[in-house]
């Protein structure tokens, strides 16, 4: 699985004339996958930042096909496209919905789950910003424990939910981790899910430094400490056979925390548990 980032096209199907703010982890997400998914691609979105940076009408910032759905329904959307498709005979487009956190693993759901239940041929991506961001920077599941979120001035109390494993019990043909401070290992995921007959899922991390309180030029850097400290994982689940793509350097996840606002509150007890997860999740524990 290798990508040649000197042989991708120079066309830009995303990013361009996008009004994402500074650092936009999202928008960064959405250049990099086109890179590779191309321009036989259809893209549907549900109420997020991303549906609505990338412009409307005439004034789309993507070069291919988008529609904004509901909130809920993005995947049912684009099952429904690839149905249209297969009765036309037309083959070689790529459908995919790209959902946030919340439209993937909260309200957007019960649409997910189904269309990976009929093993839809779609790629479904998760962007995550571990906050609803195009509302204020709320809440949800995929906010993780002891972060400070707009309407959670102490901190979250409850886990991140773990939607990698969950899509992974669907018996998918794919479920990739990805992340934006990782071109071509993000880009080469892409490249294999849309090789695929069935359903495939990434979840990319892509911070959003409003909601991290981070600066906006420190998306990337801080989105490289998650993984090389071994807090978000880089993986794939190809047919069944599991295999991490990346060795992350295991720096402190202190390294990590401090870097964020969101964190400022996390105490040394509490940084802690996070290192001997990490520790003996790497088999480096006592
Ligand atoms: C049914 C419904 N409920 C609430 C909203 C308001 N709403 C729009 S975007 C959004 C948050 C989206 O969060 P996420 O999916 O994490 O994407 P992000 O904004 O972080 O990019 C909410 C609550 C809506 N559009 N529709």
Redesign the pocket.
Known sequence: MTINVNSLPQVELFGQGNVGCKGCG?AIAGRQAMKVLGERTIITI???????LGGSNTRSAWRVPFYHT???CAPAVSSGIRAALEIQGIKDVNVVSW??????A???FQSLTGAAERQENIIHVL?????????G??T?S?TPIYAITSNGSLGKKVRKKNMLAIMEAHGIDYVASANIAYPEDLMAKFQKAAAKKGFSYIHILAP?HR?WGIKPEETIEVARKATECGLWELFEVDEGKRTRTYEPKLIPVADYFKAQGRFKNLTDEQIAEFQKFVDDYYGKGE
């Not at 962007?127 to 509302?135: K, R």
């Open positions: 999202a549900p109420a997020s930042c991303m549906a609505t509901l909130f809920e959902g946030g956190d919340a439209g993937s909260d309200i957007g962007y995550d910003n571990e906050m609803y961001m195009n509302t920077g709320q949800g995929q959003c909601g």
